[in-house]
Every structure is written in structure tokens, then in C-alpha cells.
């Protein structure tokens, strides 16, 4: 059994910063790519941010120079903060991690969080 909790969402001024946070726990033998990704109603998914088990990143030109993505190995942990945050960043954030379990045998699978709404509005 794995478990993807996130959190960090929620109303800010155009300007101001957010983090937030994606914990993975469970049946986990080791994590791969840890990421971000973002949806708004009626539009498809697209991607933010990723960070890969050995620290290479790789970010949207839209959040470049704004965005930050690191994790936490010891905590299965991964953050993204959100600085000069902006009206059309409004979105519904998703939590995406590749992970290897250990029950009920040794597979690679990914998993999505359920989500988190952040708001940039005056």
C-alpha cells in the first residue's frame, strides 16, 4: 500500500509565494522521479516541474527563474516553491512520483496525489 499526501495549496496576491509539499509512504522499496504538474478545467494536464533521483531538474519555460523544485530523500519528500506567483499560474497542482514497491511484490509504478488548488488573485 502506497500513500501520496500533498499539501501548500491556497489563495495568494499576485507576487506572493507559495510551497508546497508531496510526501510518499508505504510499501516503498526506493523512489525514481519525483514532479509537478498542473491542470486547469477543460484544458490538459501539463507539466511543471520534475526531479529525478540523482537531482537533475527540468521546469516549464512558464515557471523558469520562478519555480524551484528540490526533495527530501530521507523523507520521500518532494517541494515546489512558488515565488512571483501570477493570475494564469491559478491551477489545480498534482503530486507525481515513480516509485518501486515492495508488496505485494518488487514493480515500478507511478502515482498522482489528489490534487491541491492554488489561487493568484487580487
Known amino acids: 500500500q502506497v500513500q501520496v499526501a500533498e499539501s501548500g495549496g491556497g489563495l495568494v496576491q499576485p507576487g506572493g509565494s507559495l510551497r508546497l509539499s508531496c510526501a510518499a509512504s508505504?510499501?516503498?522499496?526506493?523512489?525514481?522521479?519525483m514532479g509537478w504538474y498542473r491542470q486547469v478545467l477543460g484544458k490538459q494536464r501539463e507539466l511543471v516541474a520534475t526531479?529525478?533521483?540523482?537531482?537533475?531538474?527540468d521546469y516549464a519555460d512558464s515557471v523558469k527563474g520562478r519555480f524551484t523544485i528540490t526533495r527530501d530523500n530521507a523523507e520521500n519528500t518532494v517541494y515546489l516553491q512558488m515565488n512571483s506567483l501570477k493570475p494564469e499560474d491559478t491551477a489545480v497542482y498534482y503530486c507525481?512520483?515513480?516509485?518501486?514497491?515492495?508488496?505485494?511484490?518488487?514493480?515500478?509504478?507511478?502515482?498522482w496525489g489528489q490534487g491541491t488548488q492554488v489561487t493568484v488573485s487580487s
Open positions: 526531479i529525478t533521483s540523482g537531482g537533475r531538474t
Open positions: 508505504g510499501s516503498i522499496l526506493s523512489i525514481n522521479t
Open positions: 507525481y512520483v515513480v516509485l518501486v514497491t515492495t508488496t505485494p511484490y518488487s514493480t515500478r509504478r507511478s502515482y
